[in-house]
């Protein structure tokens, strides 16, 4: 059975970085791209990018360029999410999720998901 | 950057109504589309993939279909279990959700 975990919920202070992990089981983890979707409170999804587990190349959406940094550990099949300078906006629910048939972008596995709320 | 528009927001329907959601995307896409079912404090689920194709385990009453830059999503007989947001996505972009909600 393929599950991808999350690691749980954070706080961080405005300017803070926030780093969330998504282990995954079930399946190789270099077979799959990894992707990370944003949902704030009340609000629609927002793909923020992609890691190839395989050789750790990385797709950024612009939107958050600069201040995201997605990798991937082979050792532990865990992804990683890392977001930098946040702020109160940035308070949203996090996602994981693979595509099957990498380069799809048919998100047919997701992680449960993991809160990050902003606030000083 | 493709936009994906979603209509209607919302809508309101009784178990047993066929229900039609309709995504547009601002240029051609093909068949790159997927649909997504998401009910409150859970992840998105993958119901339709490339436009038509239903995802494994996904009941027959959802289908979709489409192509270019008009799709639409269909419930033929909403079950009580169906009330949730629907997204469509192509690739990088998502639409904004359309909430199916108890009339």
């Known amino acids: 059975e393929v599950q991808l975990v999350q690691s749980g919920a954070e706080v961080k202070k405005p300017g803070a970085t926030v780093k969330i992990s998504c282990k995954v089981s079930g399946y190789t983890f270099t077979d799959y791209y990894m992707h990370w979707v944003q949902q704030a409170p009340g609000k629609g999804l927002e793909w923020m990018g992609l890691?190839?587990?395989?050789?750790?190349?990385?797709i950024y959406a612009e939107k958050f360029q600069g201040r995201v940094t997605i990798t991937a550990d082979t050792s532990t099949d865990t992804a990683y999410m890392e977001l930098s300078s946040l702020r109160s906006e940035d308070t949203a629910v996090y996602y994981c999720a693979t595509d099957s048939e990498s380069g799809s972008y048919y998100f047919d596995y997701w992680g449960q998901g993991t809160l990050v709320t902003v606030s000083s | 950057d493709i936009q994906m528009t979603q209509s209607p927001s919302s809508v309101s329907a009784s178990v047993g109504d066929r229900v039609t959601i309709t995504c547009r995307a601002s240029?051609?896409?093909?068949?790159?589309l997927a649909w997504y079912q998401q009910k409150p404090g859970k992840a998105p689920k993958l119901l339709i993939y490339?436009?038509?194709s239903l995802q494994s385990g996904v009941p027959s009453r959802f289908s979709g279909s489409g192509s270019g830059t008009d799709f639409t999503l269909t419930i033929s007989s909403l079950q009580p279990e169906d009330f949730a947001t629907y997204y469509c996505?192509?690739?990088?972009?998502f639409g904004g959700g359309t909430k199916v909600e108890i009339k």
């Open positions: 890691v190839d587990p395989e050789d750790g190349e990385t």
């Open positions: 240029q051609g896409i093909s068949s790159w």
């Open positions: 996505q192509q690739a990088r972009a």
């Open positions: 490339a436009a038509s």
